[in-house]
């Protein structure tokens, strides 16, 4: 069965400090791949997205992912956050039905 | 100014009644959605649409109902046979030919 999983049920970081959040992913082929942001009571925002090419993708607001197909990973990284990453984050999947799955989602909490 | 739009943003139900959630993009997309969110589990996928008057059920149909007669507009009805509807349900669309699922701002429903 598809599926993604995002291991870190909740991340808390220093303002300043690197973050990296941890996506893994289990389907027939490689799938694209996403992550969306939600802060709280609010719609998903797109981060990023890789389809294909470079396995290192950038996006908005900073972050940047790595694909690594060897691990079936898709990790996103910001090497300096700000109090305003504070959000909920999702990484998600689809195949060539565009049917996305998601993961659970890690809760991101930026310390001052 | 191009964009999802989904009303109300809350929502209550009494029981036993029947209760619509509107979804309107002017994106010109094909395709449309309905998620599901609730704590801890990520984003299900109740139904969708690739094309005006038809729509398939994702993975947790039973409950719901959906029309598609116009391109631009996607409702949701919660009905009384959703034992479970609070939550907060989120809509998408995504172009003909596009990998990418843009998300609207959410509507969140809760049950007197």
């Known amino acids: 069965a598809q599926s993604v999983t995002q291991p870190d049920i909740h991340i808390t970081v220093s303002e300043g400090a690197s973050l990296e959040l941890r996506c893994n992913y289990s389907?027939?082929?490689?799938?694209?791949l996403f992550w969306y942001v939600q802060s709280p009571g609010q719609g998903l925002q797109l981060l990023l997205k890789?389809?294909?090419?470079?396995?290192l993708v950038q996006g908005i607001k900073g972050f940047e992912a790595e694909f690594k197909r060897s691990q079936s990973s898709f990790n996103l990284r910001k090497p300096s956050v700000h109090w305003s990453d504070a959000a909920e984050y999702f990484c998600?999947?689809?195949?060539?039905?565009?049917?996305?799955?998601f993961g659970a989602g890690t809760t991101v909490t930026v310390r001052a | 100014d191009g964009g999802i739009t989904q009303s109300p943003k809350y929502l209550f139900r009494k029981e036993g009644q029947n209760v619509t959630l509107s979804c309107e993009q002017n994106?010109?997309?094909?395709?449309m959605y309905w998620y599901r969110q609730d704590p801890g589990q990520g984003l299900r996928l109740i139904y969708y649409?690739?094309?005006?008057?038809?729509?398939q059920k994702g993975d947790i149909a039973e409950g719901y109902s959906v029309s598609r007669e116009k391109k631009e507009s996607f409702p949701l009805t919660v009905t009384s046979a959703q034992k479970n509807p609070t939550a907060f349900y989120l809509c998408?669309?995504?172009?003909?030919?596009?990998?990418?699922?843009?998300f609207g701002p959410g509507t969140r429903l809760l049950v007197l």
């Open positions: 998408a669309s995504r172009p003909s030919g596009g990998e990418t699922q843009y």
């Open positions: 389907y027939g082929a490689t799938p694209y």
């Open positions: 890789y389809f294909s090419g470079d396995t």
């Open positions: 998600a999947a689809s195949g060539y039905d565009y049917k996305l799955s």
């Open positions: 994106l010109n997309h094909d395709a």
């Open positions: 649409s690739q094309i005006v008057n038809d729509f």
